[in-house]
């Protein structure tokens, strides 16, 4: 199906992307949001404020992050798509209702403008130091999908991406943006309605009194949906639950219900996982990158290639799952990974673990505050391509 | 380990609560002489007496013994996380205003861990009923003094008694901005059905606190006998006060009790507020949320 015009605001923009995000809500159909401010982040919750009164939807600032990501369940429960936006502090608060989202199976959207932490940190500069909080944030065992733009115009079109990932897997799913792509602002293209491809929920159409909230479709492994208020009079809990939803406090239920919500994101890696490659034929180095620090690192690939080195650039558009297989594959081809990231080193791990002693892993650490210089990126690829 | 044993009725007779119970459910895991199934009986008592229709009806309920009550009420019910049924009631109530939404849980969890957002939940007016279950005590994990527990009163956290100030609930729930707060204890179940159905018809943010009994853990540490003795104890020290100013609803260690009806007024609910002030800024131009996804 295609998106709802009414929140469509089809045309050309000069907007940040905090603001890009916002609007990317708006055209995946997001009718709820629950926010509360927290800088870099709260230009999402301004524009989503001032805009939902005319396109039917309810904005409530919360009194902190806890009871924002909360709501945003409750709203997910009763069919509203719903959303949270936050930065660091406050994404460390909504770990706990995070957690309650991925065992309930609840359809939701997180946007996380990172800015340099830990702790206050650097309130109004970059950081990309959540990245493994994104993973392993919330306690427990389970499997997130994650995506992390570059430019307004992703903040725009990776927001709808996550609606859509978090319908289609009925998983809480994470925007993980940054204070320098939340406050660029670019001109961002919003295409018209019926060009906004948009995953529906997977809505239960089975008789009232025989509905099971967890009674798992073989195909998807993805329970269907309803919403509150329509009669099926049915429970949900954070408890390990079985198909009724009822808790059952057993290691057998445990292994069919956690089992079950790790196994849908990671048996389908291969379906969720987003990249952009380019020059990757013959790359003698292959540069790892995320978020802003994929554009920074333009610069130094170029010039590297000028310099005559092989070089590859995998872009992780999606950063959870982790692309494993990708890793796996180009790791006995390659001499080197280069991955650049704004924190001493997380994904960089995921990295060299999966290339596993085959290819030279070389992380380019950045304490956050600002983005790479990009001669230490440079000089970081000639160091792998000797 | 077994599924819990099922006690559906034998052929030909019926429970008065069949319809409002999950039977496939029964029996619950609460302790003899616990409260909590008087409070689950007034609740189906007030749906009845005001014939709300079950579907149109939602139970909310964080963490601990009084948690456990939305797993046994058959309507959509949503067991929470710890403190957090408030705000989770508040998304499920805001974007689907036809439910009766209603929050139960334990005096822990609403005025300790989810006490920010039972003051905001108060303060926005959001028509939410809650039902706050206070046996003075953390029983779900084993008897640690709560924010409710009487000066004196043993706990197993306060080993030599409480000398922490505890929340009167009443003037909480009032200063915050509730609409209607009663007091009731779980001795009291005609007033306690009574109070549960007014509040449910209450527009706006309600609170019923009931006194429970709880002879495992609270009764035990502090000697007060069976469950049977904390009863008696309600009947001869509860005093009826309605319309009581709420600043002196303190309660004391085997002191005396104020019940009783003490706010019922009107204010304008967060919804009626939202849509009143945009309708008059926006005009035509203001679009009320509809409420589905596409």
Request: proline share 6%.
């Amino acid at each position: 199906m295609t998106a709802d015009p009414k929140g469509v605001l089809t045309g050309e923009h000069y907007l940040d992307g905090d603001h890009a995000a916002a609007e990317g809500a708006l055209a995946a159909g997001c009718r709820f949001f629950a926010g509360y401010p927290i800088t870099p982040s709260t230009e999402v919750a301004e524009r989503i404020a001032a805009r939902f009164p005319k396109v039917g939807g309810i904005f409530v600032q919360m009194e902190d992050e806890l009871a924002s990501m909360a709501a945003i369940l409750g709203g997910s429960w009763a069919g509203a798509k719903s959303m949270t936006v936050t930065s660091g502090p406050g994404f460390s608060l909504m770990m706990e209702n995070l957690g309650l989202g991925l065992m309930m199976e609840v359809p939701t959207v997180i946007v996380n403008v990172q800015r340099g932490g830990p702790s206050t940190g650097l309130p109004t500069l970059p950081g990309q130091a959540d990245i493994m909080q994104a993973r392993w944030g919330s306690h427990g065992d389970y499997e997130i999908i994650a995506v992390s733009p570059s430019s307004p115009q992703e903040a725009f079109d990776h927001t709808i991406m996550a609606f859509n990932f978090a319908e289609k897997y009925r998983v809480p799913t994470l925007v993980m943006m940054d204070e320098c792509v939340g406050h660029m602002t670019e001109k961002i293209v919003v295409p018209q309605p019926e060009d906004i491809e948009i995953v529906p929920r997977k809505w239960y159409e089975g008789k009232v009194g025989d509905y099971l909230p967890y009674e798992v479709d073989e195909k998807d492994m993805i329970p269907w949906m309803v919403k509150a208020g329509d009669g099926h009079r049915f429970h949900t809990t954070g408890l390990t639950h079985d198909e009724r939803g009822y808790p059952v406090m057993n290691a057998d239920c445990q292994e069919k219900c956690v089992g079950r919500l790790v196994d849908k994101i990671r048996k389908r890696v291969e379906d969720i996982v987003v990249l952009e490659e380019d020059e990757m034929d013959g790359a003698e180095v292959v540069v790892v990158s995320y978020g802003i620090s994929s554009r920074v690192a333009i610069p130094a690939i170029e010039r590297a290639r000028r310099d005559g080195m092989k070089v590859g650039s995998l872009r992780l558009v999606t950063v959870w799952p982790f692309p494993d297989f990708r890793i796996r594959e180009l790791a006995p081809k390659v001499k080197s990974f280069v991955i650049p990231e704004i924190n001493y080193g997380q994904l960089y791990y995921e990295i060299e673990r999966c290339a596993g002693g085959q290819a030279k892993t070389i992380l380019v650490p950045h304490g956050g505050g600002w983005v790479h210089d990009d001669q230490d990126i440079y000089d970081a690829i000639k160091e792998g391509a000797k | 380990m077994k599924e819990p044993a099922t006690l559906a009725p034998e052929s030909g007779t019926s429970h008065p609560m069949d319809e409002l119970l999950r039977m496939d459910r029964i029996p619950h895991i609460w302790c003899p002489t616990c409260g909590l199934g008087t409070v689950v009986t007034a609740f189906a008592a007030a749906l009845e007496k005001l014939e709300l229709p079950l579907d149109d009806v939602a139970v909310v309920s964080g963490i601990g013994c009084t948690g456990r009550v939305a797993g046994y009420i058959k309507v959509d019910s949503f067991h929470t996380t710890h403190g957090r049924a408030l705000p989770f009631a508040t998304g499920l109530h805001l974007t689907n205003p036809k439910l009766k939404v209603v929050v139960i849980s334990g005096d822990g969890d609403l005025v300790s861990i989810g006490g920010n957002h039972f003051i905001h939940s108060a303060r926005r007016n959001v028509d939410i009923t809650v039902v706050c279950v206070n046996n003075f005590i953390y029983a779900m994990t084993g008897g640690q003094v709560a924010p409710t527990t009487p000066l004196t009163a043993n706990a197993s956290t306060m080993p030599y008694g409480n000398y922490e100030r505890p929340f009167n609930i009443p003037y909480l729930a009032e200063s915050s901005g509730a609409v209607y707060v009663a007091r009731w204890s779980a001795l009291h179940v005609r007033r306690l059905t009574t109070a549960i159905a007014e509040a449910l018809a209450k527009p706006g943010f309600s609170v019923v606190e009931v006194i429970s009994p709880c002879s495992t853990l609270y009764s035990r540490r502090n000697r007060l006998g069976t469950g049977l003795d904390l009863m008696k104890f309600y009947h001869d020290n509860c005093v009826i006060k309605h319309d009581a100013d709420t600043r002196d609803l303190d309660i004391g260690f085997q002191k005396e009790i104020v019940v009783g009806k003490f706010v019922d007024i009107e204010r304008p609910t967060y919804v009626d507020s939202m849509n009143e002030w945009y309708g008059s800024v926006f005009g035509d131009d203001y679009e009320p949320y509809e409420g589905s996804v596409k």
